[in-house]
């Protein structure tokens, strides 16, 4: 038989498609030959869909069926360069998607909506000399009076990390710089920017959070007049996010400053890569592919061999297990600069606090008497206190003292939460808004009352116990509208405010300069949570809540950290009153060895959504089932997470377990083909979706 070659060049090409429809990358003639990472059009069945030329060589074997041609190819664009390429190659895998799902999930969207004028247009207009607004100009916040900041002069131990990271023979492993806030940590970050930039190189800073990345725009722009900076982040126009991107990959942009998903930008010149906070969680995508962002920061450093500076208070444990093991090193910084000593922290106990309350109105008060008496003292100072609760609305949720009736969400297993601003029930998870009923909606009683607290009602109760002090609330309800978050925290910042409520929202990053007192409402509901890491998140909210108090020196000798609980000795606690991290590390670590935990073992989480619950259990069960096959996995029985049925949705989990990383990942990828092929057998099963290293549990 002789085999008919098609005429043209046959290219393999990643399309966008999930991984379970077992479409890796796919043949496809085109006329001109193409190089790999080039944006195309192919069809599929009766659609078009994007693609990239991808490497390899095409299937000999595929010759014998008809290979349809490409139809677009933007070649406008310059292929994604194969470091990139890579990197999406890794993920995907290690993340169990397809390639051209990832890869394409990752691209600014607006590219697809781009032919090759129009693109080319566009990347005509930033090439040409003054094209691109350089970082004094486009951010004004950089310079205020029009002056740049002096440069300080960097102390001992900044001079020592810097230093260490100039040392080619130690930046083989990543770097953890481990120093509370206003420890100099962005300090070292602009000079090891400045190092890579000197180089002719580009560097990667990325940030939890998207509000923090104006305040840090703000620093780098000023720093390096006449360089050029873009921003990668979710709450851009899909046009700027595209400009952007544009100047990364067209090696335009000599910095880029983003949140999770800039981990992705193609960068041909990157020298550095900085995680900041590297222990949020933000940093894990939690829908899609779920990659965490900083994991992916330390591989694609080392592929490329270029220094990754992890920065945190409070590491995370995988993170802090690494430096115990040699693999990463941890250069200190363990003095505030100035000299500002870290807040006391003061435990209130909340059993004792409200003894001594006698009226219904005393015991209900959110803020225990020493607290309050406190807060007052900070205001007659006209210094300013922050308070953190966990819980935006009025109340969590709205109850009949006479049935017992529960403002439940009919759509969730939840309470909807009671707002009294504007008289609503709200739920959280499905966003359902109702007036509140004037009678019990079971019984026609009158007398429905909130039970328990939000920020709203804190907010609320202060006001009246201290009616001279001006209370800010920031949450998300009170930032909706678009700029309304800086606008707050300019009036906190210009003193408007003296006591600011808030939720976790207000502990991140913020450089409060008059705040003495930062107080933790109420936060013991994470220390008996079912999620493994919930007292590591505490821990490293609270630590950065403290964190908040005293970045003055003159004023950290009397700035203090307040915890409102029931459990005073809880060792969590013991550590955060001697701000002994290391300790806390220690004691997590133990309890995660003995229990199996991460980073002792590595995990997996199914996630199984259906119309109701058994349907989702018995597609988890009889993954379960299949799963046997495999030595060396523990696989848990399906369980229903904290909120089952969010939207009418019944969610059913099940964790995998295994001592071996790598074993995990061999495994999924065997087992995961026969759930896509089980599925059909379920009806009613909406969807699933794996999660590697999962953050929530
Ligand atoms: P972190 O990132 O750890 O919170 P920063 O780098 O923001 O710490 O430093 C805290 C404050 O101290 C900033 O206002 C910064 O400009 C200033 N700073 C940092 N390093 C020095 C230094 N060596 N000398 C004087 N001021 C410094
Ligand atoms: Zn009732
Ligand atoms: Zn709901």
């Not at 309350?357 to 959110?366: G, I, L, M, P, Y």
């Not at 009036?491 to 006591?499: K, P």
Request: some cysteine; overall charge positive; glycine content about 8%.
């Amino acid at each position: 038989m002789t085999e008919i070659v098609p005429p043209g060049h046959v290219l393999p090409v990643a399309i966008e498609s999930p991984r379970h429809t077992g479409l890796g990358a796919l043949d496809y003639l085109s006329e001109q030959p193409l190089a790999p990472g080039t944006l195309v059009l192919a069809p599929l069945g009766k659609r078009e869909v994007p693609g990239l030329v991808w490497d390899g060589d095409p299937a000999a074997a595929r010759t014998t069926v008809t290979l349809r041609p490409l139809s677009g190819v933007l070649t406008a664009l310059p292929p994604l360069p194969a470091d990139w390429r890579a990197l999406i190659g890794f993920a995907a895998g290690y993340y169990q998607r397809g390639i051209g799902e990832l890869a394409l999930a990752v691209l600014p969207p607006e590219l697809r909506k781009l032919d090759n004028t129009r693109l080319a247009r566009r990347l005509a207009k930033l090439m040409k000399p003054g094209g691109v607004a350089l970082a004094a100009q486009t951010h004004e916040a950089a310079a205020p009076d029009g002056v740049l900041s002096p440069r300080p002069t960097l102390s001992d131990e900044q001079r020592a990390a810097l230093a260490a990271l100039a040392d080619p023979a130690r930046t083989s492993r990543p770097v953890l710089l481990h120093g509370v806030t206003g420890s100099g940590k962005t300090e070292v970050y602009l000079h090891a920017a400045e190092t890579a930039l000197q180089a002719g190189r580009q560097a990667l800073v990325l940030v939890p959070e998207i509000n923090l990345t104006p305040q840090l725009e703000a620093r780098f722009a000023a720093r390096f007049p006449g360089r050029v900076l873009a921003s990668l982040h979710s709450a851009l126009t899909p046009a700027q996010r595209l400009r952007n991107w544009l100047l990364a990959h067209l090696g335009l942009a000599d910095l880029v400053l983003g949140t999770r998903l800039a981990i992705f930008a193609p960068m041909p010149r990157l020298g550095l890569i900085v995680v900041d906070e590297e222990h949020d969680p933000s940093f894990k995508q939690q829908e899609g592919a779920r990659y965490s962002a900083r994991d992916l920061a330390v591989w694609r450093a080392h592929q490329l061999k270029i220094p990754v500076l992890l920065g945190s208070a409070t590491p995370s444990l995988e993170t802090w297990q690494r430096v115990q093991e040699g693999r990463y090193q941890r250069l200190p910084l363990a003095l505030r600069i100035g000299g500002g000593a870290m807040p006391t922290v003061r435990m209130v106990d909340m059993g004792r606090a409200w003894q001594h309350a006698s009226t219904q109105a005393e015991k209900d008060r959110v803020l225990a008497p020493v607290l309050l008496d406190a807060i007052g003292q900070r205001l007659q100072r006209g210094e300013q206190s922050l308070l953190l609760l966990n819980r935006r609305g009025y109340a969590p949720v709205l109850s009949c003292s006479a049935c017992g009736w529960k403002s439940g969400c009919p759509h969730c297993s939840a309470w909807r939460v009671f707002h009294k601003s504007d008289r609503t029930l709200r739920c959280h998870h499905c966003g359902l808004s109702e007036r509140v009923p004037r009678a019990c909606p079971d019984c026609g009683n009158l007398d429905i009352s909130p039970v328990g607290r939000g920020t709203e009602k804190l907010q609320e109760q202060l006001a009246a116990l201290l009616p001279q002090a001006r209370i800010g609330r920031i949450d998300a309800d009170s930032t909706r509208g678009a700029g309304s978050l800086q606008q707050q925290l300019r009036a906190v910042h210009d003193g408007e405010v003296d006591v600011i409520v808030g939720t976790q929202m207000i502990a991140k990053g913020h450089d409060f300069r008059r705040v003495t007192l930062v107080a933790a409402v109420n936060p013991d509901t994470s220390l008996f949570s079912s999620d493994f890491r919930a007292p590591e998140r505490l821990f490293a909210l609270l630590m950065q809540a403290a964190g908040r108090a005293g970045r003055d020196a003159e004023v950290a000798a009397r700035s203090e950290m307040w915890v409102q609980t029931s459990n005073a000795g809880h060792p969590l606690y013991a550590a955060l009153v001697a701000h002994d991290y290391e300790a806390f590390a220690r004691q997590q670590l133990a309890e995660r060895r003995g229990a199996g935990l991460p980073p002792f073992a590595a995990l997996a989480l199914i996630r199984a959504d259906a119309r109701s619950a058994p349907v989702a259990q018995a597609f988890l069960q009889q993954a379960r089932i299949a799963a046997q096959a495999f030595e060396g996995i523990t696989v848990y029985p399906p369980v229903p997470p904290p909120v089952a049925k969010v939207a009418d949705v019944e969610r059913m989990q099940m964790l995998l377990e295994c001592p071996s990383r790598t074993a995990l990942q061999r495994m999924l990828a065997q087992w995961l083909p026969e759930l896509d092929a089980m599925r059909g057998q379920h009806k009613g099963l909406l969807r699933w979706a794996v999660d590697v290293d999962p953050l929530a549990i």
